[in-house]
């Protein structure tokens, strides 16, 4: 697992600061209402709150925006908003006084500005309310809402997409958009929901939890082995950079593009390797490994997983006799390898795609 010393800590914050981040997504206001809780009511079995406290903040897209703006960069809100209702009022009022831009929300007269009331009595949330319409931008508003994320992108240095299946994400707006992001080169985060999950094609990150991964694959995830294997699934599928998977109490799953090259390794393993690289299949190692800051890895005797892309859920594992990887090394040309050997039989499959991409076999 990797632990982040309080060093890099503090050189991250510092890199995000003064940074301008665009946060596109579903705004929100959150209400909370605190009480207590003496009787039952005489209408229906339903405990009945008296209320002490109220407190209205920021939600969804804003609270993202506004988390922005406490590590010191400087948000650009996109979103959309209820056309002049009181709500879009009290959530114009909060951004100003969080010293939050505006001029990126989106008006929709058919919609309402999403308001989530929470009542909580004697530390326990009694029930919630929600005041919404989730509908898709479509139309005009689509048209507004991407013009609005097209000129973000003159003045900002990343986009995060924070998508809670309220509409402003639409299919509409994704395929007018994801063309403009990607050509910008800006790195483009992604925090989906259950809807539109696989839209979201050649993101720099793409942000699931694990009950989302497990209902857009259909299977559950009971290990570190099977979450591995979801995340190799879907960074394929999206062609995304990166995939992080949030697991709750379990942490985090990261999975990043690394290229991977043997030093004195044997043949076999070298062959393995290559072939990973100039297929672009994926190398997953059996082990834990701790992400870009750890550069070498004894990985002597351990299993090597290679997925091929070409033929999902296709699986060959070999033992190897593995020397020190290297992360950030780049091979050469491909070597001429012998099929079998006592470190390991390259099967057909493997040897196979070898050939195909150009290796040669003695």
């Not at 969804?60 to 979103?79: D, I």
């Not at 925090?191 to 696989?198: A, L, N, Q, V």
């Not at 992360?327 to 079998?340: C, K, N, Q, R, S």
Request: aromatic share 4%; with cysteine.
């Amino acid at each position: 697992m990797t632990e982040l010393a309080p060093g890099r800590v503090s050189d991250l914050l510092d890199q995000i600061r003064a940074r301008r981040i665009m946060v596109v997504g579903d705004v929100m206001l959150d209400r909370y209402l605190w009480g207590r809780v003496s009787r039952v009511s005489p209408e229906a079995p339903v405990p009945v709150v008296a209320v002490d406290e109220e407190a209205v903040r920021l939600g969804g897209a804003a609270n993202v925006a506004a988390n922005v703006a406490s590590l010191g960069a400087e948000p650009l809100l996109v979103g959309l908003v209820g056309a002049g209702d009181p709500a879009s009022h009290e959530l114009n009022s909060l951004l100003k006084g969080y010293g939050l831009p505006t001029d990126g929300l989106v008006e929709d007269a058919d919609r309402r500005t999403t308001v989530k009331t929470r009542i909580i009595a004697h530390h326990q949330h009694v029930v919630r309310a929600d005041r919404e319409d989730v509908g898709e931008a479509e139309g005009q508003v689509a048209a507004d809402l991407a013009a609005a994320i097209r000129k973000g992108l003159e003045r900002v240095d990343g986009v995060i997409l924070q998508d809670y299946n309220k509409g402003t994400l639409s299919s509409s707006v994704l395929r007018e958009v994801l063309p403009y992001l990607r050509e910008s080169g800006l790195p483009v985060t992604v925090d989906p929901k259950f809807e539109r999950f696989f839209e979201y094609q050649g993101v720099t990150v793409f942000k699931p939890n694990l009950r989302e991964v497990e209902a857009a694959l259909g299977t559950a995830l009971t290990d570190d082995e099977s979450v591995a294997e979801a995340a190799y699934l879907l960074r394929h599928r999206l062609e995304a950079q990166s995939v992080l998977i949030t697991r709750g109490e379990r942490g985090m799953t990261l999975l990043e593009h690394l290229v991977l090259t043997p030093l004195a390794a044997d043949g076999v393993t070298e062959c393995l390797l290559a072939v990973a690289q100039k297929t672009k299949a994926y190398v997953v190692m059996g082990v834990h490994v701790d992400g870009p800051n750890a550069i070498t890895h004894d990985l002597c005797g351990k299993r090597l997983w290679v997925y091929d892309p070409n033929v999902l859920g296709c699986r060959n594992e070999l033992i190897l006799n593995l020397a020190v990887l290297r992360e950030d090394a780049v091979f050469g040309d491909l070597p001429t390898i012998h099929p079998a050997g006592r470190s390991g039989d390259l099967d057909q499959s493997v040897a196979k795609v070898w050939l195909e991409a150009g290796g040669e076999l003695e």
